[in-house]
Structures are given as C-alpha cells and as structure tokens.
C-alpha cells in the first residue's frame, strides 16, 4: 500500500508533494473524505501514539477550547475521527512506514525514501 493523505487547499501539502513521483501512489484528500477507523488504526500500529496523529496546530483547538495537555490517547483519536482538520499532514503510508507531518526530519526522511 502507498497512500498520502492531504488536503488540496494546504500549500504546506502541495509544496511537500510536488517533490516526489506519487504516480503510484493513492492519494486522498481528507476534506472530501475524512480517515476512516480503520485507516488511523493502520497508523497507529507504526506510531503506537495517536497524539503523534495529532495537529496540535489545528485551528479547531482554540475554536472549541480544547486543553491539549489534559487529552488522553483515546481524546486524540476520537477528535481526529470526527474532524479532518486535526490530523496531522500530509501522511505518507506504505507498507513498512509512516511519515507523519511537515516538519524537517519527517520531509529529509520522505527524501530518502524516493530516493
């Protein structure tokens, strides 16, 4: 399996994106069709943490006045489910790994991977 979730209207996704061949790869746009159970179990056998699943940047946390630090793993996972907007992004999945996010690492990891 090679899956990216993303969002088309993120230009932090688009720019992360465009560096790779992703031909082969299903691509799914989380707004139109948000991560099933089943899809977030998938990653959290290789994070073994849905807080690193989390968006701690969200734009929903400061609308719903959410308390980050009082959130449990099954908080985590319920909010990602039932909002798009909380799940970290861009995902790329395969079969062996995760690269969850946009921060440095996790693209100069993404990087190595295409190689």
Avoid at 28 to 40: A, H, P, V, Y
Wanted: aromatic content about 14%; overall charge positive; charged content about 35%.
């Amino acid at each position: 399996m090679k899956k990216v979730f993303y969002l088309k209207t993120c230009s932090t996704c688009k720019r992360i994106m465009s560096e790779f061949d992703l031909s082969a790869w299903q691509l799914r746009e989380l707004k139109s069709e948000n991560i099933t159970e089943g899809e977030l179990d998938k990653l959290y056998q290789f994070t073994h943490s849905y807080e690193v699943l989390f968006s701690k940047k969200s734009t929903q946390i400061k609308e719903r006045n959410i308390d980050v630090k009082s959130l449990k793993e099954e908080d985590f996972k319920k909010l990602i489910l039932e909002d798009y907007r909380f799940l970290k992004r861009p995902v790329f999945v395969t079969d062996q790994e995760v690269f969850v996010g946009n921060d440095k690492s996790t693209v100069e990891n993404l990087r190595k991977y295409f190689g």
